[in-house]
């Protein structure tokens, strides 16, 4: 069975200063990884994807993860937070295995930005 | 290259009513998943059509139904309207080989 946990459900950080938002998971196969954002009234926009590649994936808007089996942990960073990057962010898991396309998403942590 | 759409936008409707969203894939991609963001409530499944075929459904009641049109568009119909139903309906579509999906703005339903 697959689940995800995103640990925290609020982080604020400061214009300029490094984010991470944390995500584990399970997976009974080997599992693709997905974050994807959420600004207010919109749709969900991908951020990055893990699909059995390389370990650590870089994204768009200057953020990357690292996948990490030993761990499974999925953590999302940013080296420096800009103001547009206030949203809500979404941790993803799905098992490629399995053959199913199902995707099990994580209740979300909503990353706040100070000026 | 043209992302998910939806229509409408916002829909409102009053209890016991019934309601169609509807939701066209990017082009080329044949998979149309349905999400239920209510507040508070996080992303639920609702529904994953393929190939025209109902392939999972969620944890909703029949009420909630839909379709995948030959063209791979698809809509969601939602009946006997309850308040709870308020809430921001997302499509999402997928194409072979990807494994990510691409989401479409929503539409915004409210019940009175």
């Known amino acids: 069975a697959q689940s995800v946990t995103q640990l925290d459900s609020h982080v604020s950080v400061s214009e300029g200063t490094p984010v991470l938002l944390r995500c584990n998971y399970s997976?009974?196969?080997?599992?693709?990884l997905f974050w994807y954002v959420q600004h207010p009234n919109k749709g969900l926009q991908l951020l990055l994807k893990y699909t059995s590649a390389a370990t650590l994936v870089k994204g768009i808007n200057g953020f990357e993860a690292e996948f990490k089996k030993s761990e499974t942990s999925f953590h999302l960073t940013k080296p420096s937070a800009h103001m547009s990057d206030a949203a809500e962010y979404f941790c993803v898991v799905s098992d490629r295995a399995s053959g199913t396309y199902k995707y099990i998403f994580g209740t979300g942590t909503r990353l706040k930005v100070l000026a | 290259e043209a992302g998910v759409t939806q229509s409408p936008t916002h829909l409102i409707k009053t209890r016991g009513q019934q309601a169609t969203l509807r939701c066209s894939p990017i082009?080329?991609?044949?998979?149309v998943y349905w999400y239920q963001q209510a507040l508070g409530l996080g992303l639920q499944f609702l529904l994953w059509y393929d190939e025209g075929e109902e392939r999972n459904r969620g944890n909703f009641p029949p009420r909630f139904s839909g379709r995948q049109f030959p063209n791979y568009s698809s809509e969601l119909n939602v009946n006997a309207l309850e308040l709870e139903d308020s809430a921001l309906y997302l499509c999402?579509?997928?194409?072979?080989?990807?494994?990510?999906?691409?989401f479409g703005p929503g539409t915004r339903l409210t019940v009175t």
């Open positions: 999402a579509s997928r194409g072979d080989p990807l494994y990510e999906q691409y």
């Open positions: 082009s080329g991609h044949t998979s």
């Open positions: 997976s009974s196969y080997s599992p693709s």
